[in-house]
């Protein structure tokens, strides 16, 4: 069996038509999900693409394999990735990956690790923009789907397991034509967020709400973000196609997740992931087909995370885990034999903007922390005062308006204690201040959009 593991950046499950969502946005992805499996509530770990993917491919938490800030960091030595023990099953390995910055551990046990970082691809757009002024995105999906079916035919008569990202559902969304006004076509103002090279905007003004942009122009973002999942379906479609005609499809378990979510002006944050816990950050995508093993139809409303799947894929093998996995197989819960696991965690991302209203230490300290159990929602904000909770009901509250930590006394102490007893013996180590940065560091995190231009 193959593995085919499809990670898009920043992929909000609401926005797929097969979830409901008011635009055609995802045609080719909603019909692998009807002939598969879909988990309605799938978690990420950490809504940051490095820590969470490598919980994806490690099945352990960001305070166990290392990788929890975004700059200055690396897997612990000591832990083993997924992709190290299918090698050592005579896997053929490759993953296609965009943007972040790479060799961080993950890229251990791939036999090709192909990485465009973000110094280059913006090099590159930027001189293209400067020279014909318009939106010169030419889709990081299209060039990550050729370079992956150029190799599976390169490799097709081994097993593989072969992973994909692709990150253009980015902010700032700069996505291809005919795309980029395919949901907003007579839409005539401002769209032009991207503040690695337009200073008009402060990027931390805009994520926490300080700018004030016009309705009209957050929901012409948001058209853009639809428009950049139509695209990427188109590939992906391009994909699907070459693996029916090459006789791959029915010997590969596809798997598709998003390795976080995005906020639109939910709870104050604007075109962003990492800086809160709340639910349009950590909820992310996840679907796994393959006719053999996963029944067409399939709809998972139980609560999983994407740390799960490493867990879940050596099982579907019948190869052994590795000790002190922390993740659980979804195997059982696909098969109904199982209920799944106890809770979900999640912890935020470091935040260096200096506009964030409620960040309140540098590093592993300030980060946030939630706990969701059966339907109650606990999140932990530590303040050098007091350290602040929340607690909501996400079955009659799942936009997380109303804040029942004080009518809600005994639930909520009942979930701080889960949550704080689960905390214990996490390290805090490892903070990181930007004036640390090695200068190379600090200006891919500005590219990036995670670092403010001093």
């Given amino acids: 069996m193959n593995i085919l593991l499809l990670i898009i950046d920043a992929l909000r499950p609401s926005h797929l038509g097969i979830n409901g969502h008011h635009r055609d946005t995802s045609p080719n992805i909603d019909k692998i999900a009807e002939k598969g499996a879909i988990f ?91 020279f014909f002024n318009r939106n010169t995105h030419t889709g990081t999906a299209q060039q990550r789907v050729e370079t992956v079916i150029r190799w599976i035919n390169k490799n097709k008569a081994k097993k593989f397991f072969l992973m994909m990202h692709t990150n253009d559902l980015h902010w700032p969304y ?19 967020y991207d503040t690695w090279h337009n200073k008009k905007y402060n990027r931390g003004d805009i994520i926490f ?30 994909l699907f196609n070459f693996l029916t005609d090459k006789d791959i499809m ?34 992310s995508t996840l679907i796994m087909h393959n006719p053999k093993i996963i029944p067409a139809g399939k709809k998972i409303e139980h609560r999983v995370q994407t740390m799960d799947l490493m867990p879940t894929i050596l099982d ?20 109904e034999k ?13 935040e260096h903007f200096k506009g964030n209203p409620r960040v309140f230490f540098k590093g592993n300290k300030g980060k946030w922390r939630a706990m969701i159990a ?18 909501y009901n996400l079955k009659n509250d799942p936009e997380e308006k109303n804040n029942l930590i004080g009518a809600e006394r005994k639930k909520a102490e009942e979930m701080k204690n889960k949550l704080l007893e689960f905390l214990k013996g996490q390290s805090m180590e490892g903070d990181v201040k930007v004036e640390d940065l090695s200068e190379k560091s600090r200006k891919l995190l500005v590219k990036a959009g995670y670092l403010e231009d001093q």
Avoid: C
Avoid at 338 to 350: L, N, P, T
């Fill in 209 to 238: 709400g300080h700018a004030n942009l016009p309705q009209e122009e957050i929901n012409h973002a948001m058209a853009h973000y639809d428009g950049g999942i139509r695209y990427v379906d188109e590939q992906l479609g391009k």
């Fill in 338 to 350: 199982e209920d799944g696991r106890k809770f979900v965690f999640a912890e935020s991302a470091e």
């Fill in 174 to 192: 700069p996505i291809p034509r005919p795309f980029e006004h395919m949901f907003d076509p007579d839409y005539k103002g401002n769209h032009d």
């Fill in 316 to 335: 579907v093998l019948n190869i052994p885990l590795v000790e002190n996995i922390e993740g659980y197989s979804l195997l059982p819960l696909i098969r």
């Fill in 40 to 130: 309605s509530n799938a978690y990420t770990v950490l809504p940051r693409s490095d820590p969470a993917i490598a919980s994806m491919l490690t099945g352990l938490y960001p305070h166990s394999h290392g990788i929890r800030l975004i700059a200055n960091k690396r897997m612990h030595e000591s832990v083993t990735t997924l992709t190290e023990i299918l090698k050592s099953h005579s896997y053929a390995t490759a993953f296609v990956r965009s943007g972040g910055i790479p060799r961080d551990g993950t890229e251990k046990g791939f036999d090709q690790y192909d990485a465009l970082s973000w110094k280059v691809r913006n090099k590159i757009k930027r001189a293209i923009k400067d």
């Fill in 374 to 391: 059966d339907d109650w929602k606990i999140i932990y904000i530590p303040h050098p005062k007091k350290d602040i909770f929340e607690l």
């Fill in 250 to 283: 029915d010997d590969t378990l596809i798997i598709l997740a998003s390795d976080h979510g995005e906020h639109f002006g939910e709870r104050g944050y604007y075109f962003q992931h990492g800086a809160s816990v709340y639910e349009p950050s950590i909820k």
